[in-house]
Every structure is written in structure tokens, then in C-alpha cells.
């Protein structure tokens, strides 16, 4: 029989149909076992399946690794064809004249206070500060 819990009262307890007691008790102790068996069952198919999901992942890992290894090798292959030098890559590389290239990139606001050669920079911009001036405002 399972734990139940008594209590007790001052008076006549409630009035209660006999055969829905004798009902509910066999219900109890058909119920107790059953949910036992399940949690064991349950337990048991949950440590199977955490070795099952590990190797799973395991052989997952190992394919894509694998895959992995295979991209390595086709782009060094597509590396070593490109570094040969060949006729057509010849010409790609006759090909690729000033006019063709992007523009140049807009130099940084470090690079124009530093007076870098750079013909476009415009000459009102103030010089950068010394580091020692810089460094005494911080805390």
C-alpha cells in the first residue's frame, strides 16, 4: 500500500459510498506498480539513448571533419593551378592595367594628422597631439 496521509477530526466523518473506496484503493494499487515499471523503463531507455545520441554525434563530427578534409584538398588544388603560370593567366595578369583597379581607399584621420604622402589629404586638419598629452587625461 502506498504512504497516506491520516487525518483526524472532531466528529463523525463524511459518509462515503463503500464500494467507491474498495474502487479507488484497488486503482491505488494497480496504478503504483505500473508507474514504477514505466520509471524504470523510462531511466533505463534514457541512459541507452545518451550513448546512442554520443556516438551519433561522434560519427556527425567525424563526417563533417571528413568534408572538411575534402574542401582542403580541392582548394589547394584550385591554389597550385592558379600559382602556375600559364598562358591564360598570363594574359589575366596583362589584363589588369591602373584604369581597371578600384579606387583608392580614403586614408584615416591618424594617417592624414601624420602628414603620410598622400597628395589629396587636405592641409586644414589639425596635427595629432603627443601621447604624453594624450596620456595625462587618463585616470
Known amino acids: 500500500m502506498t504512504h497516506l496521509d491520516i487525518y483526524f477530526t472532531e466528529g463523525s466523518l463524511a459518509e462515503v459510498d463503500?464500494?467507491?473506496?474498495?474502487?479507488?484503493?484497488?486503482?491505488i494499487?494497480?496504478?503504483?506498480?505500473?508507474l514504477e515499471s514505466l520509471?524504470?523503463?523510462v531511466s533505463r531507455q534514457a541512459s541507452k539513448s545518451s550513448g546512442a545520441a554520443r556516438a551519433d554525434s561522434f560519427n556527425?563530427?567525424?563526417?563533417?571533419?571528413?568534408?572538411?578534409?575534402?574542401?582542403m584538398a580541392r582548394l589547394e588544388k584550385k591554389v597550385e593551378t592558379m600559382s602556375l603560370p600559364t598562358s591564360s593567366n598570363m594574359m589575366d595578369q596583362a589584363a589588369v592595367r591602373p584604369g581597371?583597379?578600384?579606387?583608392?581607399?580614403?586614408?584615416?584621420?591618424?594617417?592624414k594628422a601624420a602628414k603620410a604622402p598622400?597628395?589629396?589629404v587636405?592641409?586644414?586638419?589639425?596635427?595629432?597631439?603627443?601621447s604624453l598629452y594624450i596620456n595625462r587625461f587618463k585616470l
Do not use: G
Open 18 to 27: 463503500n464500494k467507491l473506496a474498495e474502487k479507488l484503493n484497488h486503482l
Open 29 to 34: 494499487d494497480t496504478l503504483v506498480p505500473r
Open 39 to 41: 520509471e524504470r523503463a
Open 60 to 71: 556527425t563530427l567525424l563526417v563533417r571533419i571528413e568534408e572538411i578534409a575534402a574542401n
Open 100 to 111: 581597371n583597379l578600384p579606387p583608392r581607399p580614403v586614408p584615416l584621420y591618424s594617417e
Open 118 to 120: 598622400n597628395f589629396s
Open 122 to 130: 587636405p592641409k586644414n586638419l589639425p596635427p595629432v597631439p603627443p
